[in-house]
């Protein structure tokens, strides 16, 4: 897995576990602020990707 | 009102000083700062424990596997000393890497910078989690 999106998707994935499991005290609450962190890192990537390609 | 009638209700401020530890937070913060969630194990939080474990090996073990570099103190240069200062929060995993000749840092590859990313992150988690454990000895942080 060597894709810009591939390893950023990993990178999300473990950083947003990390970030879920550190914040919430619940595993119902870490899983739930874990796929919120884990949509908002790809999403906010695939749109600073996107501004980039259009604007530069 | 008379005043036998009054109710006198007394709010009293947590203070720093009526925290109860509920661990040595200097044993904690050490096992934590070595390896990844033995802060929270020692805490009794195994579930966490385990997670972080996993994930924060896992993540510096691709680092290592995409050729990420283990960054030397070099004052000379800042950002390769706070990227050391940044893997070094992982001591165990650290130190059992470069004891294995891994983390040269192979900067022809296409991952080089994705594994450096990979060790500095993992090394920065740590330090987070670390905190957490502390908070938790101290009793700063409830659970």
């Known amino acids: 897995m060597t894709t810009h999106l591939g390893v950023m998707i990993l990178f999300a994935a473990c950083v947003a576990i990390v970030f879920g499991t550190l914040l ?8 739930r602020l874990a796929v919120r962190i884990f949509g908002g890192l790809v999403a906010g990537a695939y749109l600073v990707g996107w501004i980039m390609y259009i604007t530069l | 009102m008379s005043r036998s009638s009054r109710t006198v209700v007394r709010v009293e401020k947590a203070t720093p000083s009526t925290v109860v530890p509920r661990a040595n937070p200097v044993l904690v913060g050490v096992v934590a700062w070595c390896l990844p969630g033995a802060g929270h194990l020692l805490m009794g939080h195994l579930r966490k424990a385990v997670t ?5 090996i896992a993540m510096f073990a691709i680092g290592l596997a995409f050729g990420g570099r283990l960054f030397p103190f070099q004052l000379g240069e800042p950002l390769v000393f706070l990227a050391a200062i940044a893997q070094w929060t992982l001591a165990v995993p650290r130190v059992i890497a470069a004891m294995a000749g891994l983390g040269a840092g192979n900067v022809i590859a296409v991952t080089y910078e994705y594994g450096n990313t990979f060790l500095i992150v993992s090394g920065l988690l740590n330090a987070l989690v670390l905190l957490d454990a502390v908070d938790l000895a101290t009793g700063r942080k409830a659970r």
Not at chain 1, 24 to 31: F, G, M, N, Q
């Open chain 1, 24 to 31: 919430r005290d619940t595993p119902h609450d870490e899983l």
């Open chain 2, 52 to 56: 972080f474990f996993a994930v924060l």
